[in-house]
């Protein structure tokens, strides 16, 4: 048995028709929802890619694992997924994009060399490398690579100084001029690269390639895709496929910019939530962002006719989610960030090949689900022991199949920015800046620390237009859900070392032999049922 983790970037769950989407086509992605169950309530435990998918890969909070940004290490000796895989013999691949920065001085200072075995899983995140992708360009950003897919392209012809800048991320103007797809105004042209030879075509090559490669080993291969992130470029047709009628309403109130929270006021004044609050921009780049979907869409239906036709449906789970979404001038602001829906929940799609798994076929569930549980999710498939003083999200296996366990109340997820711009505005120091989702599943509680919480009622106000925050009306609701943050806050998250069956023998065995604490005599180390020490006399 096997597993194929699909993972796309930045893609907001209502942009798939398995979600509801009418203003785009998805066929096989809704296909795939039909084969297997989708998850209604599926939140990342942060809405940015690097903490998020640290996360993903070691079914940990971000408070935790402790890599709360992009470009922040996860630390040296932080158990990862592969690293419990490879424990039951389960190869444990990637294929595309981590974002996974190595703890370099954490390695140096413990005398591990980046380029051992045990080097380079750990600077991979776990991870057997057979390609990484996530994206190089011309700046000295730590861990943006992607030399293999250079030499693709210029194996076909496209050469250049940086062949994924110049030909994915780059268009051609109507005077022939090359156009840089960071500009947004350039959303509409087509990227140079021919769809055959894109970033998502090709990434979808390599994990056909890593399948076909596999021998009897059982194996998890994470095809992690760099699009529908930014450069919001696609190639050509898919640059022209959708227009700005083609675009659901923008999801926006003027009452969200008279808003008495500060860093809402600093949020909404950044350069991206200025740029994306503009009806043009927005017209501008929504249809490129769904038209580099529908190209993933249409290279998903390639990938699953070959499981298909190959047989690997039968002995392979497909599991398809994405790390965050994407704002897109929803609340006025941009880019991914914050937790509102279209941020921070995000599609899950998860295909079990096996029998107990066929009476919840094409079904939903509503349960909420956090993104640290696809791990033990993984780990319970493959049949490895249960790892819960490590891992703290929780196996879908049992809702997969149809039962109804005991389950969360709430979901959580958290944000640094403290490298946001809206912080200096906001007068908040480096060390404060952070903010705190407890969703459960109607009313959503942001800690926001130094400010006063945010608070939305879904049920009433499913577009999150209302923040109910500062309204006494709301204490008890509020006061309901500090009390649930304090709640989580306040449980282990450091202690792994040890799993509990351990800690109970201790207890159980007390001291350790041959160390007595307390005891006034001998008569009362018999009465506890101990033996006085050979040397000991009364």
């Known amino acids: 048995m096997n597993v194929l983790w699909i993972m796309a970037d930045q893609l907001r769950f209502d942009y798939l028709g398995c979600y509801g989407a009418s203003h785009i086509d998805t066929p096989n992605l809704d296909w795939l929802a039909s084969q297997g169950m989708r998850f209604?309530?599926?939140?990342?435990?942060?809405?940015?890619?690097?903490?998020?998918?640290?996360?993903?890969?070691?079914?940990?909070?971000?408070?935790?694992?402790?890599?709360?940004?992009?470009?922040?290490?996860?630390?040296?000796?932080?158990?990862?997924?592969?690293?419990?895989?490879?424990?039951?013999?389960?190869?444990?691949a990637l294929v595309g994009k981590t974002h996974m920065i190595p703890d370099r001085a954490g390695m140096a200072r413990l005398g591990i060399e980046p380029e051992s075995t045990i080097g380079a899983l750990v600077s991979e995140c776990g991870f057997e490398v057979f390609v990484r992708d996530d994206g190089t360009n011309h700046s000295d950003y730590p861990g943006r690579h992607a030399e293999d897919y250079?030499?693709?392209?210029?194996?076909?012809?496209?050469?250049?100084?940086?062949?994924?800048?110049?030909?994915?991320?780059?268009?051609?103007?109507?005077?022939?001029?090359?156009?840089?797809?960071?500009?947004?105004?350039?959303?509409?042209?087509?990227?140079?690269?021919?769809?055959?030879?894109?970033?998502?075509?090709?990434?979808?090559?390599?994990?056909?390639?890593?399948?076909?490669?596999?021998?009897?080993?059982?194996?998890?291969?994470?095809?992690?895709?760099?699009?529908?992130h930014w450069p919001y470029l696609a190639p050509a047709p898919y640059n022209a496929m959708y227009g700005a009628d083609d675009l659901p309403p923008v999801n926006r109130h003027a009452r969200e910019r008279q808003t008495?929270?500060?860093?809402?006021?600093?949020?909404?004044?950044?350069?991206?939530?200025?740029?994306?609050?503009?009806?043009?921009?927005?017209?501008?780049?929504?249809?490129?962002?769904?038209?580099?979907?529908?190209?993933?869409?249409?290279?998903?239906?390639?990938?699953?006719?070959?499981?298909?036709?190959?047989?690997?449906?039968d002995d392979t789970m497909i599991v398809f989610c994405s790390d965050h979404g994407d704002n897109m001038g929803d609340h006025w602001i941009g880019e991914k960030d914050l937790f509102y829906d279209c941020s921070a929940r995000i599609p899950l799609l998860v295909y079990d090949p096996r029998r107990p798994a066929d009476a919840t076929r094409g079904a939903t569930s509503d349960s909420l689900v956090e993104g640290i549980d696809l791990t033990p999710t993984f780990l319970d498939f493959f049949g490895a022991a249960p790892k819960p003083h490590i891992l703290e999200g929780r196996s879908l296996q049992p809702i997969l199949h149809g039962e109804n366990p005991d389950w969360r109340s709430y979901a959580v997820s958290e944000y640094d920015y403290a490298t946001r711009d809206a912080r200096r505005p906001a007068g908040v120091d480096q060390a404060d800046a952070r903010l705190v989702m407890i969703f459960d599943g109607r009313w959503k509680y942001i800690h926001a620390e130094t400010f006063r919480p945010m608070l939305f009622d879904l049920q009433t106000d499913p577009g999150e237009l209302n923040d109910l925050g500062a309204d006494p009306a709301y204490t008890h609701e509020i006061e309901r859900l500090r009390e649930a943050h304090f709640d989580w806050a306040r449980r282990h998250h450091a202690r792994i070392t040890l799993p509990a069956e351990t800690i109970e023998k201790m207890t159980d065995a007390r001291e350790p032999p041959g160390i007595l604490i307390g005891y006034k005599d001998t008569d009362e180390l018999v009465e506890d049922g101990l033996n006085p020490p050979d040397h000991v006399r009364h």
């Open 150 to 228: 250079d030499q693709y392209l210029r194996d076909h012809g496209m050469d250049g100084d940086n062949p994924w800048e110049e030909w994915a991320n780059t268009a051609i103007g109507p005077d022939g001029e090359w156009r840089s797809g960071w500009l947004l105004e350039n959303a509409p042209l087509a990227a140079r690269v021919p769809k055959e030879h894109s970033e998502t075509a090709w990434l979808t090559t390599r994990g056909i390639e890593f399948i076909e490669a596999q021998g009897d080993q059982p194996w998890l291969c994470h095809l992690s895709y760099i699009k529908p």
């Open 260 to 313: 008495d929270h500060p860093l809402m006021q600093a949020w909404t004044s950044m350069r991206v939530s200025q740029s994306f609050s503009r009806d043009e921009v927005r017209d501008m780049v929504g249809p490129a962002y769904m038209g580099l979907i529908k190209e993933l869409d249409d290279q998903l239906g390639r990938l699953f006719s070959y499981l298909s036709e190959s047989g690997r449906m």
């Open 40 to 92: 209604n309530k599926a939140y990342v435990q942060s809405p940015v890619c690097g903490p998020s998918r640290m996360s993903f890969y070691t079914g940990r909070y971000v408070r935790s694992h402790g890599a709360t940004w992009n470009g922040f290490p996860l630390r040296v000796g932080e158990p990862t997924l592969g690293e419990h895989l490879r424990e039951v013999g389960v190869k444990c």
